[in-house]
């Protein structure tokens, strides 16, 4: 039986649980009734009392509180046997900032948010960053957002769910990275993401499935210069990108002329370009992407421009609803700067909604909501492929490009899709966006 209530705090009897006489009738628990009181994996025996107050209240001692980190407020409970769990805890993991004012950095007004829906939603979130975790006692001092609207550090116990928004790994933090999330996975947390791999990672996963093979653009990893220049021969043209690449960073675009090798790029929202004559282009090729950081090199796909020359692709946003069934969230169309490499906010990129998009431009040899549905069931498509061979997810951002004929083509994948676009486009489709992946985690952990 799963329900909602609130917990009220009280300097009662220690270790008594007190309920309205109708939900014990409905669940079935007598007065007087010993049951194990569960939050995370941190339990105590309690008694089951009943009171006359509120119907939803749920009351207990503050010793009990505190001992197992319960929060007071509206909350989320299920019955199982005799265990009566009060939940689901949610963190977010992330790195701090640097100033009080921005304690998470540039995530700190997304966190805000998720915290405070959650709390409308029943879902205790909190924040953790690496350090923070009390491993022997099962509780972590984590940071939440107050009544008072500031930040507040408290003791919660160790979550039921995480929500990971680590992007990068300073050297620094790894390792408590690295034994934080191994406790977090010992403790039987479920995961609102996990690694999905490399770039070439994922170009080979869907790779093995026929019916995906024909959406990947010819595709290989630089293990020496001869794969650049081999696939320079084939296509003229091509991308380069690292393997662990995120936000369009350190992506080329390499295009073959008969004087030598044209290179362009965008590096803080400006676009570059450099003539790498032909005498000295093995040299430049080798040096710049075969060493220690692994790059990929890509076919050019012909994507959709503007009639302005602005290239197009879009962000297909799938995450699971609070059925575990993959449902698109946002399709968003990204315009990139004239003649730009990328399309990324972060390389000067603007947003519109896809289908808004599409049926301005009226492109030639598409049908709007014929595309729409194709891009529907192709992202759905990569998403399940990607989940039977990483395991089990709850949300994906899918790339993809349309060519000129209305061919769709896989761009890549990301695990850890940003909220930041949908903020600049519809705050409706943000606040699904934050709102699926707790709905999510009730499916997971049983709320």
């Given at each position: 039986m799963v329900g909602i209530g609130n917990v009220r705090l009280s300097k009662r009897t220690s270790d008594t649980l007190y309920l309205p006489s109708h939900l014990l009738e409905e669940t079935n628990v007598k007065c007087g009734q010993s049951i194990c009181l569960q939050v995370g994996p941190l339990q105590r025996i309690v008694r089951i009392q009943t009171h006359k107050g509120e119907n939803d209240l749920i009351g207990m001692s503050a010793d009990t509180a505190s001992a197992l980190a319960i929060p007071k407020g509206k909350t989320k409970w299920t019955l199982r046997g005799d265990t009566w769990r009060i939940g689901p805890f949610i963190a977010l993991y992330t790195l701090p900032g640097r100033s009080r004012s921005t304690p998470f950095g540039e995530l700190t007004e997304l966190l805000r948010d998720w915290v405070l829906l959650g709390k409308e939603q029943g879902n205790h979130l909190y924040i953790v960053t690496p350090g923070s975790v009390d491993i022997g006692g099962h509780r972590i001092q984590a940071w939440t957002?107050?009544?008072?609207?500031?930040?507040?550090?408290?003791?919660?116990?160790?979550?039921?769910?995480?929500?990971?928004?680590?992007?990068?790994?300073?050297?620094?933090?790894?390792?408590?990275?690295?034994?934080?999330?191994?406790?977090?996975?010992?403790?039987?947390?479920?995961?609102?993401?996990r690694s999905i791999g490399s770039k070439w990672d994922v170009h080979q996963m869907l790779g093995r499935s026929d019916d995906l093979l024909p959406f990947l653009p010819h595709t290989r990893l630089i293990r020496s210069v001869s794969d650049l220049v081999e696939m320079l021969k084939q296509n003229q043209t091509v991308f380069v990108k690292p393997i662990h690449g995120t936000q369009g960073e350190q992506v080329f675009q390499l295009h073959l002329r008969q004087n030598g090798l044209m290179v362009s790029w965008e590096e803080n929202r400006v676009s570059h370009k450099l003539l790498v004559k032909k005498n000295q282009r093995m040299s430049w090729l080798q040096k710049k992407f075969v060493g220690k950081r692994r790059y990929l090199v890509q076919q050019e796909v012909?994507?959709?421009?503007?009639?302005?020359?602005?290239?197009?692709?879009?962000?297909?946003?799938?995450?699971?609803?609070?059925?575990?069934?993959?449902?698109?969230?946002?399709?968003?169309?990204?315009?990139?700067?004239?003649?730009?490499?990328?399309?990324?906010?972060?390389?000067?990129g603007r947003v519109q909604r896809a289908e808004t998009f599409l049926e301005n431009e009226k492109w030639e040899h598409t049908n709007t909501d014929e595309l729409i549905d194709r891009m529907d069931r192709l992202a759905e498509q990569i998403a399940h492929c990607i989940e039977d061979e990483v395991g089990e997810i709850g949300e994906v951002g899918i790339d993809l490009a349309v060519d000129q004929n209305g061919g769709l083509w896989f761009i890549e994948a990301n695990p850890r899709p940003g909220r930041k676009m949908l903020r600049l486009l519809d705050e409706k489709v943000r606040l699904l966006s934050l709102l699926r992946p707790l709905e999510y985690a009730e499916y997971t952990t049983g709320f």
């Open positions: 957002y107050d009544e008072t609207y500031a930040w507040k550090k408290v003791w919660r116990p160790c979550p039921d769910f995480v929500i990971q928004k680590i992007v990068r790994r300073p050297s620094s933090f790894r390792p408590l990275i690295e034994r934080e999330e191994h406790y977090f996975c010992q403790s039987g947390c479920s995961f609102l993401t012909e994507r959709l421009q503007t009639p302005e020359g602005e290239p197009v692709d879009f962000r297909w946003l799938l995450q699971k609803d609070r059925i575990g069934t993959w449902a698109v969230t946002a399709r968003v169309a990204r315009i990139g700067q004239k003649h730009a490499v990328t399309t990324n906010i972060h390389s000067g």
